[in-house]
């Protein structure tokens, strides 16, 4: 089991910015690629952002690409995503996942959740 808990969310102005956090517990944690989804009401969840084992890659979705980056520091078993320039579009809860292996875009191949942190971008 990996125990995965996010903090960072909260309540931000269009415009400016935020860090989440991601720590990590219970397994190996270089051996999951880490990734960031986010679910708006009424809206399926969808894909961020996902980063690799070793944090030399990295994939994003359209709508985030050169606004947020994720990051991960594996002696501290903790990912991050640094968003920027938000958006009120981007206002979601946000949730934290492992994957065993390569990262990956689909949120049903991810094995472990975080319970979520609620981001709120006002505009």
């Known amino acids: 089991q990996v125990q995965l808990v996010e903090s960072g969310g909260g309540l931000v102005q269009a415009g400016g910015s935020l860090r989440l956090s991601c720590a990590a517990s219970g397994r190996t944690f270089t051996n999951y690629a880490m990734g960031w989804f986010r679910q708006a009401p009424g809206k399926a969840r969808e894909f961020v952002a996902a980063i690799s084992q070793s944090g030399r890659s990295a994939l994003y979705a359209d709508s985030v690409k050169g606004r947020f980056t994720i990051s991960r520091d594996n002696a501290k078993n903790t990912v991050y995503l640094q968003m920027n320039t938000l958006k009120p579009e981007d206002t979601a809860v946000y949730y934290c996942?492992?994957?065993?292996?390569?990262?990956?875009?689909?949120?049903?191949?991810?094995?472990?959740w975080g319970q979520g942190t609620q981001v709120t971008v006002s505009s």
């Open positions: 996942a492992a994957r065993y292996g390569i990262a990956a875009i689909l949120t049903h191949s991810y094995d472990y």
